[in-house]
């Protein structure tokens, strides 16, 4: 399944533009990164993935449509993947998408 485009675009206009933001196709989908680290994605298997901080990863965890990400069998410790239902409005998704910004920013830059 491809990534939603949708989401992407609706990410694309929510996010803060800034010279470290950056697209790439990654695991099937779009990410965001802001220094190198992931912080959102439009999922290749629907919805958006959040790199969240782990200190409110649980608390998150406990919201409706939102579960851990599994990649290859495995559960991806403080990487939430939110389903569409919980992202229909532009608030929603503002609110998933600064999550994940912040967190990333949080992070010291890859280097290039």
Do not use: C, H
């Amino acid at each position: 399944m491809a990534y939603d485009k949708e989401l992407a675009d609706r990410i694309r206009e929510l996010i803060e533009p800034a010279p470290d933001v950056v697209e790439k196709r990654m695991f099937g989908g779009l990410a965001f990164l802001v220094g190198g680290n992931m912080a959102v994605a439009a999922s290749g298997k629907g919805g958006l993935l959040v790199r969240v901080d782990p200190q409110e990863s649980t608390a998150l965890l406990a919201r409706d449509y939102v579960g851990t990400m599994v990649m290859g069998g495995r559960e991806m410790n403080n990487w939430l993947r939110v389903d569409g239902a919980a992202i229909t409005d532009d608030d929603a998704l503002d609110e998933w998408i600064d999550r994940g910004v912040s967190y990333a920013r949080s992070l010291p830059p890859k280097q290039k």
